[in-house]
């Protein structure tokens, strides 16, 4: 994570830092990852998808692939699929990319949560399912400040989720009372969305395992 990231405490970010499979020779998938890297960072998601795809074709286990294609379904506006890479790339070894996708699981599910906050119960769900990955994430690496701000954000928005709760049915026989969750949705402008491209990867020379690492500047 670079500092300027760091500092940007709200703004909207997910761990978006690209891997990058290191040159085994011609193989046409670490030659696309490459290509779907560029394609991404210069803002060309949908093409970048379509590049990690055709990696993904040719090395159909590999976690990192699959990150990448999160990343891209992420800023194409695709949480449910991207979700489905991200929990994916969980096959991994490593722990550090292994905490870069529980993190991004647990800001989808956030995000979730928000947007059924007038559900009460599914609200509260996904917002422990949240809990859960930021800590997981935490586990991981457990230097890892975005994810210990957005834990403490969920935590704050799952009670207050339950004190609402409590608040509409003490108060269910009343017309006059109308119960809202803006103060929790106001909490969507907090959550940290790490990295929106800006950053580049660099093949790590020393492990052949197909890329199975992300690598951050």
Same mark, same amino acid.
């Given at each position: 994570?670079?500092?300027?990231?760091?500092g940007q405490?709200?703004?909207r970010?997910?761990?978006?830092?690209?891997?990058?499979?290191?040159?085994?020779?011609?193989?046409?998938?670490?030659i696309?990852?490459?290509?779907?890297?560029?394609?991404y960072?210069s803002?060309?998601y949908?093409?970048?998808?379509?590049?990690?795809?055709?990696?993904?074709?040719?090395?159909?286990d590999?976690?990192?692939?699959?990150?990448?294609?999160?990343?891209?379904l992420?800023?194409?506006?695709?949480?449910?699929?991207?979700?489905?890479r991200?929990?994916?790339?969980?096959?991994?070894?490593?722990?550090?990319?292994?905490?870069?996708?529980k993190?991004n699981?647990?800001?989808?599910k956030?995000?979730q949560a928000?947007?059924?906050?007038?559900?009460y119960?599914?609200?509260?769900?996904?917002?422990?399912?949240a809990?859960?990955?930021?800590?997981d994430?935490l586990?991981?690496?457990?230097?890892?400040?975005?994810?210990r701000?957005?834990?403490?954000?969920?935590?704050?928005?799952?009670?207050r989720?339950e004190?609402?709760q409590l608040?509409?049915? $003490?108060?269910a026989?009343s017309p006059?009372?109308k119960?809202?969750?803006?103060?929790?949705q106001?909490?969507?402008d907090?959550? $940290?969305?790490?990295?929106s491209g800006?950053?580049?990867?660099r093949?790590?020379?020393?492990?052949?395992?197909?890329?199975?690492?992300?690598?951050?500047?």
């Open positions: 994570m670079t500092g300027a990231g760091v405490v709200r703004r970010r997910w761990a978006g830092v690209l891997a990058l499979l290191p040159i085994l020779g011609a193989d046409q998938a670490e696309a990852v490459r290509e779907g890297n560029t394609l960072q803002g060309q949908e093409a970048a998808l379509r590049r990690y795809e055709a990696a993904a074709a040719e090395l159909p590999s976690s990192v692939i699959e990150f990448n294609r999160g990343n891209a992420f800023k194409s506006r695709d949480q449910e699929q991207a979700l489905d991200y929990l994916a790339a969980l096959a991994t070894d490593e722990p550090a990319l292994a905490s870069r996708a993190y699981i647990g800001v989808i956030y995000r928000l947007a059924a906050a007038q559900r119960e599914d609200a509260l769900a996904l917002a422990q399912a809990i859960g990955y930021f800590r994430s586990r991981l690496d457990g230097g890892y400040a975005d994810a701000y957005n834990l403490e954000l969920a935590y704050r928005f799952h009670h989720l004190q609402d608040h509409a049915q $003490r108060n026989a006059e009372e119960t809202s969750l803006r103060r929790g106001a909490l969507s907090k959550i $940290r969305n790490e990295g800006q950053r580049d990867a093949a790590d020379q020393d492990r052949r395992p197909h890329g199975q690492r992300a690598n951050e500047v």
